[in-house]
């Protein structure tokens, strides 16, 4: 996430009025210099009042103490029908008959506490009955801080109406420097917003100013606009986002979001792209453009399936719906009828807490258990091992695994059809040689492609949908790699792997990390790939038949000196490596972005590094200079330069290989 400001957006999308008029096809251009250096810096049912939230024992500053290991339990008693679970201290459920201004204070006091605690420990869940909430002379208005989930608990998103706004605004560093960058770890799902209330400005849109790692799923916007950008608080407004998927909205005003990607939805009007606007399967997305606008589209999506969503129906009964895997798709899953998949009782799942340790869940996975984290942060001192074949593993709140004493937190066997979904894991002091990992450790790191004795399924892929990794930002992490995926047939729909560029336990020798992401395996499709920062190559792929529908990176920017970041007489490492011997690959919408503020003299050769054959082919591809460094080439030895002769401006390839 860049510390650094884009060219301002163009006047169109700062309105004066609530009717905000949209100049589709303008992108951001200028040599502005970038702004360096910002700051790194309850209750299990419904609330009746505003209480104190608690916080888990950790603080920001260090990472969990492992719990004790406890002995093998046994099997806890299944939930009654009709009787409200026990999901911790930090979830609230709002039931339809609750008086508006209960909720509201509930939800004010939960804003407060979490809009500028970036790097905190707290952990939340926002869940509404099916009904309505708000009306026209007592609308709703939530604010979604850091580390907090909003989500209806309905069959479908129209099950839970919103009469008012669920919105994010800008960060005011100052009383003049307002902005989304650092707007990250919350989430939107599974409800209809219908937009109304507030005053002025406010009253334009229901606005959604988040960067990386704030996912909006299953949302359906009537009423109003939506807006990427909040254009109504001081500027310079910039944000860095972000991911839209099986959605329903108006027009959309993406302002000055530097990257975005939309997949399966179905929007009205798109205003604006900064530099890389990446739609895939979006019924009234902009007609294919790249570069100029930056737009590329997609009529389907390859592979695809969505995110495990908790509901609840009309007994009461709580269950987990796991959508199934969708071929070429295209539009939402729930406008033209329900979404395909299958229903899990909630009785199904280990309801975990934090004081729960991996022995404790291992022994309920291994009794076939589905697991489900709540809100909260766990300390993971040996890996949480997922065996069984669709396997369920679905996080609320933001729940964070966070390594200790080295553990790979979360590994995931040679098995088809396991979902991990809503999980942030996090480095911890000792170095990992993994955060999370998808099949079995091959010999060498990052070597080899897999091979034919692992047990797959097209069909049916092992998928992480929301997916983040951290190494640094709360406290020191060092991990060699966060995510390393083995298997074939893995789908991967969005991910950020993150070195942190500010916060608690950040420096080239603190937080070390040399790889985000490597792909060994056959067969995977990324669907919004975000890696920023790592200290050699973001991303390495060397399995076959790769797929990513949208990449987005920045290489690291602490580097002290050239001679610390170059390696067999090539400087700087790229941002994604496709291995020499792969034969087959496509990507479409990639960017890389360079900002070496410690050492402005440093030079990366490319940003793309992909071998010459014809089934390796790559669409959309753009570097940009952030304000400091060189990035010398786009991919291999083709693309012009980015330096700070021209800030923002992007450097483009519409088309490489083929």
């Not at 919105?167 to 560093?173: A, G, K, P």
């Not at 396997?391 to 933001?398: D, E, F, R, S, Y």
Request: with cysteine; glycine share 10%.
């Amino acid at each position: 996430m860049p510390l650094a400001h884009p060219p301002h957006p163009p006047r169109a999308d700062r309105p004066d009025h609530p009717h905000v008029r949209r100049t589709k096809g303008r992108r951001a251009a200028g040599t502005m210099v970038l702004l360096a250096g910002l700051i790194g810096s309850g209750g299990g049912l419904a609330a009746a009042a505003p209480v104190a939230p608690q916080a888990p024992a950790a603080t920001q500053a260090s990472a969990p103490q492992a719990p004790a290991l406890a002995a093998f339990p046994a099997a806890p008693p299944a939930v009654p029908e009709g009787t409200e679970p026990d999901f911790g201290p930090n979830v609230r459920i709002f039931d339809p008959s609750m008086p508006v201004a209960e909720i509201q204070a509930t939800v004010d006091a939960i804003a407060a506490q979490q809009a500028d605690d970036e790097m905190g420990s707290k952990r939340y869940s926002l869940l509404f009955k099916p009904g309505t909430y708000g009306t026209a002379a007592e609308p709703l208005i939530i604010q979604v801080g850091y580390s907090t989930e909003v989500a209806g608990l309905g069959a479908s998103p129209t099950d839970v109406t919103i009469n008012g706004h669920v919105d994010v605004y800008n960060r005011c560093l100052t009383a003049e420097n307002c902005i989304a960058l650092n707007n990250f770890w919350r989430s939107l799902s599974n409800l209809t917003i219908n937009v109304m209330g507030l005053e002025g400005c406010r009253s334009s849109a229901n606005f959604w100013a988040a960067s990386q790692a704030s996912p909006m799923r299953r949302v359906n916007i009537t009423g109003g606009n939506l807006s990427l950008m909040d254009y109504c608080t001081a500027g310079p407004q910039y944000a860095s986002g972000g991911f839209i998927s099986d959605s329903k909205t108006g027009d959309v005003i993406n302002g000055s979001q530097q990257q975005y990607f939309v997949r399966d939805s179905s929007i009205g009007n798109w205003s604006n792209g900064v530099w890389n606007q990446v739609f895939s399967g979006v019924d009234g997305a902009p007609a294919q453009s790249f570069p100029n606008p930056p737009y590329t589209t997609l009529a389907s999506t390859p592979i695809s399936r969505e995110k495990p969503y908790l509901t609840v129906d009309g007994d009461g009964r709580y269950s987990v719906f796991v959508p199934s895997v969708r071929t070429d798709s295209s539009g939402t899953t729930w406008e033209n009828g329900p979404t395909a998949g299958r229903s899990l009782p909630l009785s199904e799942f280990y309801v975990a807490t934090p004081s729960d340790s991996a022995k404790t869940i291992n022994a309920q996975l291994a009794r076939g258990k589905n697991l489900l984290l709540t809100p909260g942060v766990y300390g993971i001192a040996e890996s949480i091992e997922v065996k069984r074949e669709n396997t369920v593993v679905l996080g609320m709140g933001i729940a964070t695994l966070t390594a200790l004493n080295g553990a790979v937190p979360l590994t995931v066997a040679d098995v088809p059809g396991v979902d991990i979904a809503a999980v942030t894991i996090d480095a911890g002091e000792v170095n990992s040689p993994a955060l999370l990992r998808i099949g079995k450790d091959r010999d060498g790191e990052g070597s080899g492609a897999a091979n034919s004795s692992v047990r797959s399924d097209p069909a049916n892929p092992t998928t992480l949908h929301d997916v983040f990794f951290r190494i640094g930002g709360p406290h020191v992490g060092k991990a060699s790699n966060s995510l390393e995926v083995n298997s074939d047939n893995v789908l991967l729909d969005h991910i950020w792997a993150w070195r942190a560029d500010h916060g608690n336990g950040v420096g080239w020798t603190t937080n070390t990390g040399k790889n985000g992401v490597i792909i060994n395996g056959d067969n995977v499709t990324a669907t919004g790939l975000f890696v920023e920062h790592y200290q050699e190559y973001n991303v390495i792929w060397n399995g076959e038949n790769g797929k990513t529908i949208f990449f987005q990176n920045e290489l690291p920017y602490d580097a002290p000196n050239q001679a610390a970041w170059q390696h067999d007489g090539v400087l700087g490492w790229a941002g994604y490596k496709i291995a020499d011997t792969v034969k087959a690959h496509e990507l479409w919408g990639g960017g890389s972005y360079v900002y070496n503020n410690v050492d402005p003299t440093i030079h990366a050769t490319r940003g793309f590094e992909v071998p010459v054959t014809p089934g390796v082919k790559l669409h959309s591809l753009l570097t940009v200079n952030l304000g400091a460094g060189t990035l010398d080439h786009v991919i291999n030895d083709t693309g012009a330069p980015v330096s700070t002769d021209a800030v923002g401006v992007p450097s483009y390839v519409p088309e490489f290989g083929g």
